[in-house]
């Protein structure tokens, strides 16, 4: 029954909204209160979501919360496999975080605004996925922005906290800018924002307007951190290392993704065409630039980056089936990954710098087995859950004849393999570098026990459990690619994989043991390193930020104060008087009352003349 | 019919006003007298605005509604515009007395009469039929404004007065004019000239003088901070008290908005012609040259004063829209733009001065991680600051993203223009929150701190600043609340303008915008 | 009366009027600047008696009479003034009282 389910829906969107308000007002000073709230909530959502994603049942329900002239601003739920199964991806690797966090966030003396923030994030990603109409996902977009803005700026007294958090906000408007104008071509266009409508316009249209699709894409470009918008990602690490887990893992960036999905079909060729180029571009370089970077996160920040241009191609190529895929499975595995990550911050009193780290693997076994297991799962292993995906696409871009795109592939597939295997050596291969290191303790269960439930299971089996076990309604689309794959090892992807991975990850894991304490490749090539540290975008936007805007800004102040409050209105203010009394030969403003009264007299005159002579 | 709802009307109106007679007069009145009282005066209206507001049935067939005698002849009432600006005047002023109650002044009883008559003017001019009454309320509101600005204001009060007196004296008196001879041309008895009946005059009309539409745009304009006329604004609130700010900012303001509206837009064409091309142009600076300048301040009451008259720039182009391309929807947007911003605004003025009272200064570079001293404060400020740059959720969004959304048949680049004040209104709101609140400590604040130690914020800011974002959010949530009595006024204007506009302007070549 | 027409008494009324302002214009001692206003205040009383005789209502007669109650107060009202006035600055003329200058 259509009504049941759309009220299951209410439940899965406004409970965390209900934890994000109650903790936020009632439970500041009861941390521990709000910690449980919040992660009950998130898994009784998880369960509602795996409830409807069993049912396999499309839903849609819309109510109008009001007009605008013609323009109707309505509220409701589209849920079809893919929102169906996003749902699940989401709420399920959210409660678990939600669950590391508790442990993870135990000594935190603001939890409360902690955990507020994760319910109000878990709110508006969850409504990006149900979300019937653009203006509803647009609204749920920008909530998006306000809650990873909120809990990247966790540490406040921190100024890089402070700095990267206001980054990730603007840096994300700025790819609202393009959505919002998006919107409001296609209400110009086809008179309407609803999904369903949409789809029917576009299938009427014979061509669809490039604009409407580039502007779209902006948001996406925002929101999935996409070349030239991904500057943000990497700062936003400043967050606690769970933020980091859920934002960059599994479902802020995700959105874009998923978004771009379910508008697929309002992206004309062109728009795909770009979307697949600079996706492929930006997944080769972020995988690079992945091999430059010390701090644990932050190499992982730019695995995502990675990641989320394969999936951007994907969206190109033509294929938003396989990027969904590619999101859940990458949204398992990199969560695991960050969880891993934060365990191993955790463990070794909060040192990020992975030069430092070494030897974790005895001192933290369950940990390490799960990261590990996890970055296999990243490089594409066969059989493990990022292998179906990931070659997948790559196997689109050659069959599609997209040879760039495919060599991009494939430079971005050894790039995977090169980063993950640095960091296993790193961090939980050869010695302890550092003194924290060394004292490195295992983690508390509630910290594990999701490592272990996301790593063992998801990033291991999650690709067997994906084609076998969920509805067949949800993945039917991909089947084919899947079967291509599976079936046959000689497939160019395949073959590029496991190149990869023979060069790539045993490759690194020697390299990287041949220097101690410091970086090999920087040891060898300098250069090369710093190129690859990334720092030239960033310059640019500061040069646009400190020599341009800012320049713009205090000249048109300058030129407001000079012109329209200098020169016009005291010139109008003080000129006019001072050349009526030069006429006059004297100045009107004397204090001399007869002069005043003289001017009342002249002024009558002057109004009588100007009523009677009309 | 029913004379309840009217009397609730009158008694709104007239209770602030009486209470600001008595403290007034009493001068000398006992303090916690004079402080119930006074609280009196504010409490009456904010409970009987958002009280209208829900009473209001639907409008369709009449108007006016809750008519009442006034007095001197201005009858009391309410239109479907009207109705939601009331009841948002109601609870920035019920936020704006809380403060000055807080506040230790000299002459305490006089502050708090001329506040309350500022209030009351403001409400007369939201809750009067009489096109008259409307602008006699205003010089009603502002008078007291200049005194107060002149006598309880802060640095720089003196020319931040006189700017402010001569420039919205100058814009009344255009106004003025071009109020009168709308009223002479639309040939209604002047005892009878309300905006419903002079606009249907008017529409029948042969012939209206000229210049008629350029006085009202431009006068009303400059009381609402139309760009170039615009000096006054940031100096005089930045001078101005902390209630006067909110009240005039928040509340009185909207005058020139909403006489626009009702009286240019309605009947007068403005948006028409080469005064349509440069009202347009006007507007668009509004949006995009104010906000650089907001950009470049660094002092965070001259940011709020700034960017205060750049949020006038969307409101002006839904206004523009409705009128030059037919589309009801912008003055929809731009009627609950209207309020939202109020509300928001007066909140970071409020919020604003807390922070000052702490910190003892406005300058930003040497304020700095407040937020670790005073969470609340600096979680009702982000709240403040997230509504004004028009977060969902809030009532200012519905207002941006509908006007922008009203612009849709507009050219491309017009569009891009006005909407990057999404990205301009973030980078200097958050730089305030984050210069403001996070980062380490100043040194001076820990100076300061070491000091004089201070504490959160009080529970009565803390009541007055939910009080709005309450409000704000309530909106937010419940759009229908404001549109269901905005909406079919808007769709009125429009029927008419349309029949009057010629085809929809399409972008007039790269004019100015720089100057 | 039979032979006077509303033209004389307005007439007449005009040259008081003028007489008035110009005395407000060129005199200096405030005192006479004073009655001189007066003068003009009674020149408008006359045009409004005037009226009001040839129009054949009372509505103008019975302004006049508000106007000789006002005008009775404020000459109460304006000649305490130039007295304190005096008392303070010594002096009337116009021409030393330039305060307003500044």
């Known amino acids: ?614 | 019919m029913d004379t309840f709802p009217a009397t609730l009307l009158a008694l709104a109106i007239t209770a602030p006003i009486l209470v600001g007679l008595i403290l007034l007069a009493g001068r000398d009145l006992p303090r916690s007298f004079a402080s119930g009282f006074a609280f009196g005066g504010f409490a009456i209206p904010a409970v009987l605005g958002p009280w209208l507001l829900i009473l209001w049935s639907n409008p369709s067939t009449a108007p006016q509604q809750f008519q009442s005698e006034g007095f001197w002849g201005f009858g009391f009432a309410l239109n479907g515009l009207s109705a939601p600006l009331l009841a948002m005047t109601s609870l920035v002023g019920l936020a704006a007395g809380i403060k000055a109650l807080t506040q230790e002044v000299e002459g305490r009883n006089t502050y708090l009469g001329l506040i309350l008559f500022m209030l009351g003017g403001t409400l007369g001019v939201f809750g009067t039929n009489h096109l008259v009454g409307v602008y006699f309320f205003h010089e009603f509101a502002l008078i007291p404004t200049f005194i107060l600005t002149l006598f309880w204001g802060g640095e720089g009060r003196r020319p931040a007065a006189m700017q402010m007196a001569i420039y919205l004296t100058a814009g009344a008196m255009v106004s003025l004019a071009g109020i009168l001879i709308a009223i002479y041309a639309s040939g209604v008895d002047y005892g009878a000239a309300t905006f419903e009946s002079v606009a249907h005059g008017l529409q029948n009309a042969k012939s209206i003088p000229a210049a008629t539409g350029a006085l009202v745009l431009f006068g009303l304009g400059t009381l609402a901070s139309l760009f170039p006329f615009h000096s006054w604004a940031a100096p005089g609130y930045t001078a101005a008290p902390t209630p006067v700010s909110m009240l005039h900012a928040g509340a009185l303001k909207k005058f020139g908005l909403y006489g626009i509206i009702l009286l240019g837009l309605s009947s007068l064409d403005i948006t028409g012609g080469s005064l349509g091309t440069w009202f347009l142009w006007f507007a668009v600076a509004n949006v995009v040259l104010v906000g650089l300048i907001c950009l470049a301040q660094r002092d965070l009451k001259q940011l709020l004063s700034w960017s205060s008259v750049a949020h006038m720039g969307p409101i002006f182009l839904g206004i523009w829209v409705c009128g030059a391309s037919g589309k009801a929807d912008g003055l929809d947007a731009a009627a609950f733009l209207m309020v939202a911003h109020g509300l928001s605004c007066a909140a970071l003025f409020l919020l604003a001065n807390a922070v000052r009272a702490r910190a003892g200064t406005y300058r930003l570079d040497e304020l700095g991680g407040l937020a670790t001293r005073t969470p609340i404060l600096a979680a009702l400020f982000i709240a403040a600051t997230m509504a004004s740059i028009g977060l969902p959720g809030f009532g200012n969004f519905w207002g941006e993203v509908g006007i922008f959304l009203a612009l849709r048949d507009q050219s491309l680049w017009l569009q891009a223009l006005v909407a990057s004040t999404v990205v301009i209104s973030a980078v200097y709101a958050l730089r305030a929150v984050a210069s403001t609140f996070f980062g380490p400590a100043s040194e001076a604040l820990e100076k300061r701190f070491a000091s004089a130690p201070f504490g959160d914020l009080g529970w009565a800011e803390r009541f007055a600043a939910c009080i709005l974002l309450g409000a704000s959010l309530t909106i937010g949530f419940v759009p229908s609340l404001i549109t269901k009595s905005v909406n079919p006024v808007a769709a009125g204007i429009t029927t008419f303008s349309q029949h009057n506009a010629k085809a929809p302007v399409q972008a007039a070549p790269a004019q100015p915008a720089k100057r | 009366m039979e032979n006077t027409s509303l033209a004389h008494h307005l007439l007449l009324a005009g040259l008081l009027f003028v007489l008035g302002l110009t005395g407000v214009l060129i005199r200096r001692n405030l005192l006479v600047v004073y009655m001189c206003l007066e003068l003009m205040l009674a020149a408008a009383t006359l045009a409004l008696v005037a009226f009001s005789r040839f129009n054949r209502t009372m509505d103008g007669a019975v302004l006049v009479f508000f106007v000789i109650t006002v005008a009775a107060a404020e000459v109460a009202v304006g000649l305490a003034l130039i007295v304190a006035l005096f008392r303070k600055r010594g002096t009337v003329q116009s021409d030393a009282l330039t305060t307003l200058r500044d």
Not at chain 1, 222 to 233: E, I, N, R, T, Y
Request: glycine content about 10%; charged content about 10%; aromatic content about 12%.
């Open chain 1, 1 to 614: 029954m259509p009504s049941d389910l759309s009220s299951l829906v209410h439940w899965i969107l406004f409970l965390p909204l209900g934890a994000a308000v109650l903790s936020a007002l009632f439970l500041r000073r009861a941390g521990g209160l709000a910690a449980w709230l919040s992660t009950g909530t998130a898994f009784v959502i998880a369960g509602l979501s795996l409830l409807l994603l069993g049912k396999g049942v499309d839903v849609s329900w819309h109510v109008e919360l009001a007009k605008f002239g013609d323009v109707s601003l309505g509220f409701g739920y589209l849920i079809d496999a893919n929102a169906r199964l996003m749902l699940f991806v989401v709420s399920f690797v959210a409660a678990w975080i939600h669950l590391f966090s508790v442990g993870y966030m135990k000594e935190d003396s603001a939890r409360g605004r902690f955990f507020a923030g994760l319910s109000i994030f878990m709110f508006s990603i969850l409504g990006i996925v149900v979300a019937d109409n653009l203006l509803m996902t647009f609204i749920y977009w920008e909530l998006v922005g306000f809650s990873s803005y909120m809990l990247i700026a966790h540490y406040f007294d921190k100024d890089y906290a402070a700095a990267a958090s206001k980054k990730a906000f603007i840096v994300n408007r700025v790819g609202d800018l393009g959505f919002i104008l998006g919107i409001a071509m296609c209400l110009s266009l086809y008179g309407t924002l609803d999904f369903v409508a949409l789809k029917d316009h576009a299938a009427a249209a014979k061509t669809i307007p490039v604009a409407v699709g580039a502007l779209l894409m902006c948001g996406f470009l925002g929101k999935s951190a996409q070349f030239p918008l991904h500057v943000w990602l990497t700062d936003a690490m400043a967050g606690p290392t769970p933020v980091s887990a859920l934002i960059h893992a599994a479902t802020m960036v995700a959105a874009g993704v998923y978004f771009m999905a379910r508008v697929s079909f309002l992206l004309a060729p062109d728009v795909l065409n770009l979307i697949a180029i600079s996706g492929a571009g930006m997944a080769a370089l972020a995988g690079l630039c992945a091999l430059a970077q010390t701090d644990i996160k932050k190499s992982l920040a730019y695995s995502t980056l990675a990641h989320l241009g394969i999936m951007g191609c994907a969206i190109g190529l033509g294929h938003p089936e396989l990027a969904l895929m590619h999101m859940a499975m990458h949204a398992f595995f990199k969560a695991t990954l960050f969880l891993g990550a934060g365990s191993v911050i955790h463990g070794c009193h909060h040192e990020q710098d992975m030069l430092k780290m070494g030897g974790l693997l005895k001192k933290m076994p369950l940990t390490a087995a799960t990261f590990i297991a996890a970055t296999l799962s990243n490089c594409a292993v066969p059989f493990l859950a990022g292998w179906y995906s990931k070659d997948a696409i790559i196997e689109a871009a050659y069959h599609g004849h997209h040879f760039v795109i495919f060599a991009f592939l494939s430079l971005a597939a050894l790039a995977t393999c090169l980063y993950s295997g640095r960091m296993i050596r790193l961090v939980f291969l050869g010695e302890a570098n550092s003194e924290e290191a060394s004292h490195a303790h295992e983690s508390p269960w509630t910290m594990t026990l999701p490592l272990v439930v996301l790593g063992l299971v998801y990033s291991v089996a999650g690709g067997f459990l994906a084609s076998t076990l969920m509805p067949a309604g949800s993945l039917q689309p991909i089947k084919p690619a899947l079967d291509a794959i599976v079936f046959h090892l000689t497939a160019p992807s395949t073959i590029v994989g496991l190149f990869s991975l023979v060069v790539g990850f045993f490759g690194a894991l020697k390299f990287y043991g041949t220097v101690r304490g410091a970086d090999a490749l920087q040891v060898v090539s300098p250069r090369t390193y710093h190129l690859l540290e990334h720092r030239w975008m960033d310059g640019l936007y500061r040069w646009y930020v400190d020599a341009v805007q800012r320049r713009l800004a205090e000249f048109v102040a300058f030129l407001d104060l000079l012109i329209i409050n200098g020169v016009a209105v005291r010139w109008i203010g003080g000129g006019v008087p001072a050349v009526l009394g030069y006429l006059t030969g004297r100045s009107f403003h004397r204090g001399q009352t007869r002069a005043y009264a003289l001017w009342i007299v002249v002024g009558t005159l002057f109004l009588a003349w100007f009523l009677i002579a009309r």
